[in-house]
């Protein structure tokens, strides 16, 4: 079974500045995807990034960038030009096509200050 | 955009009663998913469901639990006696393909008391 782990319960950031949440996971597969999903006060899954595990180039999205080391199995999400609309729970996800389900980290509460 | 529409976005039940959680998935995915999360806590897989069966149960998703697509849109979970444990926000989710990541709904937050 697949595990998964985000090591930083809360966060915070000041506005405009970088900020990093981390993620390690653990897998016997070599064929994986990982997502990186926000969690905003309003309580709804929004999907922030993804990277799939047979690509070495880090995915990015805007402001948001992945740091994937595939062999030491971490998958860090950088938010740079942090705004006040990213305060919010930030998920970490696996999924394989053997499992057929996406398994979440505990996650990280970040909180972004004016 | 396409999304994931849950109804009741809130429902109260007593103890022992049954509920019924509904969800209309995006009109062209396949694959459709329960997860819970309970308050504050992580977000947990009760089960999926592809081409009219369960795909994946957890150990959560026990005999109180069962999930039905009763006409082709609308996707169901019902919980037959509720108990106190079960109060948490359930989401339902779809994907054409779930490498892709899923589609969220915006959750019931169920409250039994």
């Known amino acids: 079974a697949q595990t998964v782990t985000q090591s930083q319960p809360e966060m915070s950031v000041q506005e405009a500045e970088t900020v990093t949440l981390s993620c390690t996971y653990d897998?016997?597969?070599?064929?994986?995807?990982l997502f990186w999903y926000k969690q905003p006060p309003s309580r709804q899954m929004i999907l922030v990034i993804r990277q799939e595990a047979y690509k070495q180039q880090n995915a990015t999205e805007n402001r948001f960038s992945v740091n994937f080391q595939k062999a030491a199995k971490s998958f860090s999400l950088k938010i740079s030009d942090s705004q006040l609309g990213d305060t919010a729970m930030y998920f970490c996800?696996?999924?394989?096509?053997?499992?057929?389900?996406?398994?979440f980290g505990g996650g990280t509460r970040l909180m972004v200050k004016p | 955009e396409p999304e994931v529409t849950q109804t009741p976005s809130h429902q109260v039940t007593q103890m022992g009663q049954e509920v019924i959680l509904r969800c209309v998935p995006i009109?062209?995915?396949?694959?459709f998913y329960w997860y819970r999360q309970i308050l504050g806590q992580k977000v947990e897989f009760l089960v999926s469901?592809?081409?009219?069966?369960?795909?994946?149960k957890s150990e959560i998703f026990d005999d109180q639990f069962s999930v039905e697509r009763p006409d082709g849109s609308n996707f169901t979970l019902k919980i037959r006696s509720t108990k106190l444990e079960d109060s948490a926000m359930y989401f339902c989710?779809?994907?054409?393909?779930?490498?892709?990541?899923?589609?969220f709904g915006s959750g019931t937050r169920l409250t039994v008391v």
């Open positions: 996800a696996f999924y394989s096509n053997a499992g057929n389900m996406l398994t």
């Open positions: 469901f592809y081409n009219n069966e369960i795909s994946e």
């Open positions: 009109s062209n995915h396949l694959y």
């Open positions: 897998t016997s597969e070599n064929n994986y995807y």
């Open positions: 989710a779809s994907s054409d393909r779930g490498n892709y990541g899923y589609t």
